[in-house]
Each structure stands twice: as C-alpha cells, then as structure tokens.
C-alpha cells in the first residue's frame, strides 16, 4: 500500500487563531496521482492513540503566544540584542561567501545562483532522484542538486537505516502527544548519527551544522507550506518511523510567491488544506513520498515545503523525523536577508529558541498550523 492511501486526515479545531484552521490526525486521506488532492477517507484503528487534554511541554502558537513566562522573558531580553547582531552580522557574512563563490565558481552548477528566471523545460508535477549512499557520485550531487537548489533522497537499496539513532526518551515516553502540535525535541549539537554523519559530510565537506539537530515527532498531520526563517541552511530531514507526503518548490518559483510572514517562517495562507489547492498556481514542484530510512536533501530555507504524515507502514505509529541543518548557502533568499537584518519579532522568536537551549528544555509543543 503507498504513502498516499495512507495519509491521516485532519479534523478542525476551534482556537486556530487567525492562520485557519487546524486539524488532528484522525484517519486517512487519498492524494490524487493526476492532480495532488486529497480527499478524506474512513479512520484507522491502528494509528488511533490516547492522547492528554493538555500538551506535557510548553505549548508555541498564535493562540498561544510564544509560551514564555517571567523567568524565560527575562532571560530573553538579555540574549534578545546578542541575537539580533549575530543575524546582522550572519546576513553580511552569507553575501559576501555568496558572492564571492559566483566569482570563483563561475556557475557551477546549471541554474546555481540565479532565481531570477523560471525553467522553460519543465512544468507541473516533478519527481525527486534517489541514490543509493554507497554509490552516489557526491561531486555530482554538490554540482547539479545541492547548487542549484534541487532536493534529492539518499536512502540505501536494501532498506537498512542510515542511522541507529532514536529521539530523546524524555519527548517520546508514554507517546502522549498533544493532539494538533508538532513536538520538537533538540539534541546535542555534537550528537552522533553515525553513518548518517558520513553521508552528510561528503555532501557538504567544508560546512558544519547550523543548529543542534532536532527530532520532529507528534500527532499532526500537516503544516502550512512554508520555508524557514533564519540564516540559510539545508536541511537533511531523516525519516526513522512513519511515512510523509512531501512538496518542494525549488528556490526560483517560491521566491515569487507571495508569502506571508508567522513566528518561524513565510507561508501561503491556508495551505494547510487536504486539497493543497496552492499546488495550481505553482509552474513546477517537486513531489515524494517518504519512507522510513530514507533522507531528504533541500534548502529549508530557500524552498517553500510541506510535509504530510501518514502512519509506520509496519506498526501504524506516528512519524518520527531527524533534521540535521547545514549552514550552507545556495541560491539565497533576498527576503529572508530582509528578515534576518531588520526583523525585530524573528529576532525574538530565535532568542526564544536560545533560551530553551540554556533552560536545558527537553522538548517545545508546537500548533501545527502556528505558522
């Protein structure tokens, strides 16, 4: 049975705030081959788990606020100035690397560095490449993928995991996920993923990690299509448990959209609908579907994306994520240097994140749609 008949559907709920509605994960949907919709279908007992009334971390939303308190506000509006120079000065260093590699480069890559026009050979649905780690051609892919802002899948043929690697116990026991919110659990920046570790530093030998890696759990099932604020990174999103129905929209066709801003990042509005009716107005994306073991390889930050959960295909548990972000600067975003050198709420929102770093908090509860 494929990831798209097995996509949960989402019900609504009624303190969404002004970014629409949210949705639990309840049973399943189809995703149409021909046109990318999704309809709902009956439920599944064997993804049906018992859930609190209440999130067991902090809780982050519009409904919400940032979840802060005096001691964390506090601390915040110490951090808070560090934070907004260290963008700044981010910002001013990631133009001048940029620049000066299309100096030495000189177009590595087919369309590297230049969003300013649409690809004519392509339209509509795109499927993304998968190559085998023990036999990718990871010059090639630093030349054709990852400058020139294409994703592409590293999963082995015979299905064995990339990594041992599991979520903090502290986020995952007894599974009580608060339904409608993405749990986040932070680890260690120096964690080790083993081979998974080897495969991402041959695809970026001379960048190191943007963050501390971070592990995407919960009973959700889908955010609005957004990309990231912050500092330009790629992302290599790892897919322990659960499957995921994924959209990317490479770098020169989401840097025409007319996004809006939330607290993390830039989104269509209410495409976090079923019928991903945004997908229309799109010229081209791409599309995959996630299994377990396998590893997405795109710019977090310079291409729109959404994710769709589905259940384990063996046990029909929730999905369980990794996100290891590269400090890596490809086809970059004007608006999110914009952001990075004069938004004063992103500033604040990151100095919340530092602050759940220094406050050693084991997990943030996210609203799915707090976008």
Same mark, same amino acid.
């Given at each position: 049975?494929?990831?798209?008949?097995?996509?949960?559907?989402i019900?609504a709920?009624? +303190?969404?705030?002004?970014?629409?509605?949210?949705n639990s994960l309840?049973?399943r949907?189809?995703?149409?081959?021909?046109?990318?919709?999704?309809?709902?279908?009956?439920a599944?007992?064997?993804?049906?788990?018992?859930?609190?009334?209440?999130?067991?971390?902090?809780?982050?939303?519009f409904?919400?606020g940032?979840g802060?308190?005096?001691?964390? +506000?506090?601390l915040a509006?110490i951090?808070?100035p560090?934070?907004?120079?260290s963008?700044?000065?981010?910002?001013?260093c990631?133009?001048?690397v940029?620049?000066?590699r299309k100096?030495?480069l000189?177009?590595?890559?087919t369309?590297?560095?230049d969003?300013?026009?649409?690809?004519?050979?392509v339209?509509?649905?795109?499927e993304?490449?998968?190559?085998?780690?023990?036999?990718a051609?990871?010059d090639?892919?630093?030349r054709?993928?990852?400058e020139?802002?294409?994703?592409f899948i590293i999963?082995?043929?015979d299905?064995?995991?990339?990594t041992?690697?599991?979520p903090?116990?502290?986020?995952?026991e007894?599974a009580?996920?608060a339904?409608?919110?993405?749990?986040?659990a932070?680890?260690?920046?120096?964690?080790?993923?083993?081979?998974l570790?080897?495969?991402?530093?041959h695809?970026?030998p001379?960048?190191?990690?943007?963050?501390?890696?971070?592990?995407?759990?919960?009973?959700?099932?889908q955010?609005?299509?957004?990309?990231?604020?912050?500092?330009h990174?790629?992302?290599c999103?790892?897919l322990?448990k659960?499957t995921k129905?994924v959209?990317?929209?490479p770098?020169?066709?989401?840097?025409?959209?007319?996004?809006?801003?939330?607290?993390?990042?830039?989104?269509?509005?209410?495409?976090?609908d079923?019928?991903?009716?945004?997908?229309?107005d799109?010229?081209y994306?791409y599309?995959c579907?996630?299994t377990?073991?396998a590893?997405?390889?795109f710019?977090n930050s310079?291409?729109?994306?959404?994710?769709?959960n589905?259940?384990?295909?063996?046990?029909g548990?929730?999905?369980?994520?990794l996100?290891?972000?590269?400090?890596?600067?490809?086809t970059p975003s004007?608006?999110?240097w914009k952001?990075m050198?004069?938004?004063?709420?992103?500033?604040?929102?990151?100095?919340?994140?530092?602050?759940?770093q220094?406050?050693?908090?084991?997990?943030e509860?996210?609203?799915?749609?707090y976008l």
């Amino acid at each position: 049975m494929s990831l798209s008949e097995l996509i949960f559907s989402i019900s609504a709920t009624p +303190d969404s705030g002004p970014v629409g509605e949210q949705n639990s994960l309840k049973g399943r949907v189809k995703h149409s081959n021909e046109s990318s919709n999704v309809t709902a279908s009956s439920a599944s007992p064997a993804i049906e788990k018992k859930t609190p009334a209440k999130p067991q971390h902090r809780l982050v939303g519009f409904s919400t606020g940032l979840g802060g308190d005096l001691v964390r +506000d506090a601390l915040a509006a110490i951090v808070a100035p560090f934070v907004a120079v260290s963008f700044i000065i981010m910002a001013a260093c990631e133009a001048v690397v940029h620049y000066g590699r299309k100096i030495v480069l000189r177009r590595r890559a087919t369309n590297a560095y230049d969003v300013s026009k649409l690809r004519d050979d392509v339209e509509g649905k795109l499927e993304v490449d998968v190559f085998d780690p023990t036999e990718a051609d990871y010059d090639r892919l630093q030349r054709e993928y990852v400058e020139a802002g294409i994703p592409f899948i590293i999963k082995r043929k015979d299905g064995k995991p990339l990594t041992a690697a599991k979520p903090p116990a502290a986020a995952t026991e007894g599974a009580d996920f608060a339904k409608d919110c993405i749990r986040v659990a932070p680890t260690h920046y120096l964690a080790n993923f083993d081979n998974l570790d080897g495969i991402v530093y041959h695809l970026f030998p001379y960048s190191m990690r943007a963050y501390w890696p971070i592990w995407f759990l919960g009973s959700y099932a889908q955010g609005k299509a957004h990309s990231d604020l912050g500092p330009h990174t790629m992302n290599c999103y790892y897919l322990k448990k659960g499957t995921k129905d994924v959209i990317v929209a490479p770098p020169e066709v989401t840097e025409r959209l007319p996004l809006l801003k939330g607290l993390d990042g830039v989104y269509i509005p209410d495409s976090e609908d079923l019928t991903r009716a945004y997908l229309k107005d799109l010229p081209y994306y791409y599309h995959c579907e996630l299994t377990p073991g396998a590893m997405l390889v795109f710019s977090n930050s310079s291409c729109l994306h959404q994710f769709m959960n589905g259940p384990d295909p063996v046990d029909g548990s929730y999905p369980e994520a990794l996100s290891v972000r590269i400090k890596h600067t490809v086809t970059p975003s004007f608006r999110l240097w914009k952001h990075m050198t004069t938004d004063y709420a992103m500033w604040w929102r990151f100095t919340g994140v530092v602050v759940n770093q220094i406050l050693c908090e084991p997990a943030e509860d996210r609203e799915a749609k707090y976008l």
